[in-house]
């Protein structure tokens, strides 16, 4: 067990340490410091219980999770667990059906059954401007106003009680975010939910750990989804395939620019190729800027061109300076219109495309 090695490791830092037997230790409590008169008494134990270890002092009466014991412990080794913890035991409680945990890490979709009323969402642009997921998405990803419709917001408490339900991650730590979300909508029924997305706002001062635990995609179990209602793509109810037509990686690179769609994931641009040869024709890919350097966007761009699909590649002057769509915005103080003139500005496709993309490579 993972626990069982963590805590072999916090010995030099537990006056007294002594392993009882397989699952218990005990120390000197470092919290209450423990007897004044005996040093003989070690009052703190880590044990086992119900396959998870907690600590208990039976001086003070301290009571608390293995998970919080070793942040306050040795932060450095929290954060070590922490992620392991996180890819080892990321995916959904039993509840749910085996054949439905489909992942162990972050962006992936886990199917649920329970509608989002439990998340207890609330629209966005009925909270203050002061509010801190107005504040996140206008001042900080600089979203434009009009967009605000398309985004909830979820409380810290109401994730928790969500997450107890659906994610087995330790919740007391996930229970201080706050969270902006997303749905996803049937094309054939634009008032019908298919899936949802969240993505935790991120605060000052934060301490960034191994990329996971930002996004969540949800997806409701229904056996009556026809094929196309599969698509848990950003925007995708709303998008006009017959005219020029925008494909993003992510959601908020998406809202800059008119008729546009995001994949939330790369690789789900495979059911453009699906498309009929017309409406791929009007489909415009703007990737991050990132084909030098990650062979499997490289790829897929070759593929789309190759399926008679367009690229946007930034222009030479613009490479080294932007990651994605919403960085020029949030940073670089581009407008909408902007963004909608870079891009317009800067499509290649065909042969042509080809030889760019190789020839920026080279650069
Ligand atoms: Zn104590």
Redesign the pocket.
Known sequence: MVENEFIKQLQPYLLGFEQKSKDLFIFR??????SKKSKKKK??NLYKNGGKFFYH??????NTTFYSFLKDINYNLWLEYRKQVLTDNFCLTKKDDIGNVLTKSDNKVKKISTAPEILNTLQIKTLPFSHIANQYLLVNRKIPKETLTKFFYVSPESFYTFSKEHLNIPTSEIATYYWVGWYFYSVFDKDKIIGFQLRKIEQLNETKIGGGLRYFIFKYNSNSLKNEDNNLIFNYSNCNFSKRFYVYEGVFDSLYTKNSIALTGISKYLFLLDLSEEKRKNCVIVFDNDFKYNKEVSKILLKVLSKGMSVFIAPPHLEKEFKDINELVAKQGYTSEDIQHLIDGNIYSGLKGRLELQNRKKL
């Open positions: 409590c470092p919290f209450c410091g423990d009052r703190g002092c039976f001086n003070c009466n301290k």
